[in-house]
């Protein structure tokens, strides 16, 4: 991947990335004010302040607020954890919902939710177990099966498979373990609380900035792992710390917005494009573009059909399947050209 860096100067960067901050603004304002009910966010926002409940400052607080948090930290999660993904393995068609990640982390929150449904701040952490499993377990059968690019998806999708129908039998036996299963296999923002955010938000926030602390690193982990302990790297050691980064941000994403796909795939593609492949650049682009993008995706579900509404997860799956068919074919011809 590291081949086909693109040269953006760090001012143009910077340009680009305070473009993409009123952008994730701009979505997340209309998140607030946009739906099947029009909400005036002056008019909700001086009635917060002088203490006056009324029916716009209810869907703001307790409808729209918590949604708009969701779809902002959940995009900037998995995009940030997809660019990590990508690096590490120098795999361009890895992402949490092509490797496992996500199914992993989708089983562990459900066995949680199974075995204590009150202990919602230990679901997160639950969820980050369970997609690091995801993450070590599916290089591990890569690697000892060729570790090639395609080996990895496929490894991937298998044991996705099999982390999906361990979710299926969790709710098979303890129905009430996740209330609406539905769109928790779909992936969705509806019903989401500023509860349920803030474990997870205690998860995102330090990972992201830790990720954006090791940049360096990770651009010289993405040169691959024989070159990168050359350079002195301790390339291994390095790649858990890196996958369990991954883990964390995925798993808690999951934790509230359920097995939401393509996110960490096509964001971090879309801002390699814009700011080139220096790892602190396109992570930062990765959670700002990710966070917009997953923000104004679930917008569009509200507004289409209102006022009923599609699962987010729907939006990104006619988003990301076609992508994900274009990058295939993109990488099959460069291999034979």
Sequence with gaps: MRNLRTCCTPGRNKKILAVLFLAAVLVGGLSLCLG??????????????????????????YVRLPRTC??????????????????VLANPLAAPSTI?????????????????????????????????????????????????????VLAGVALSGMFGAGVDAVVTFVPEALNGY????????????????????????PGILIALTLHNELDVLSLGREQAQSLGLAAGRLRLVFLGLAAALAGAAVSF?????????????MMRRLVG??????????ALGGGALLCGCDLVSR????????????????????????????RRGESHG
């Design 100 to 152: 496992g990640v996500n199914s992993g982390a989708g089983l562990a929150a459900a066995i949680c939710c199974a075995i204590n449904p009150g202990a919602v701040a230990a679901v997160p952490f639950a969820a980050l177990a369970g997609a690091f499993f995801g993450a070590v377990l599916v290089l591990t059968v890569a690697e000892r099966t060729g570790a090639s690019r395609l080996t990895l």
């Design 36 to 61: 099947a009910e029009p909400v005036s966010l002056p008019r909700a926002v001086g009635a917060i302040l002088s203490h006056q409940e009324t029916v716009e400052t209810r869907i703001l607080a």
């Design 303 to 330: 507004l289409v059909f209102a006022p009923y509404e599609l699962p987010v997860g729907i939006v990104m799956s006619l988003l990301g399947g076609p992508f994900f068919i274009w990058l295939l074919l993109r």
């Design 257 to 269: 917005c359920g097995l939401l796909g393509f996110v960490g795939l096509v964001v971090p593609h």
């Design 182 to 205: 539905s769109d928790f296999r779909i992936g969705g923002l509806s019903g989401v609380s500023m509860g349920r955010l803030f474990p997870a938000f205690c998860l995102i926030f």
């Design 70 to 87: 969701a779809g902002l930290l959940a995009g900037a999660a998995l995009a940030c954890a997809g660019a990590i993904i990508q690096g």
């Design 277 to 286: 492949e220096e790892s602190g650049s396109l992570l930062a682009a990765s």
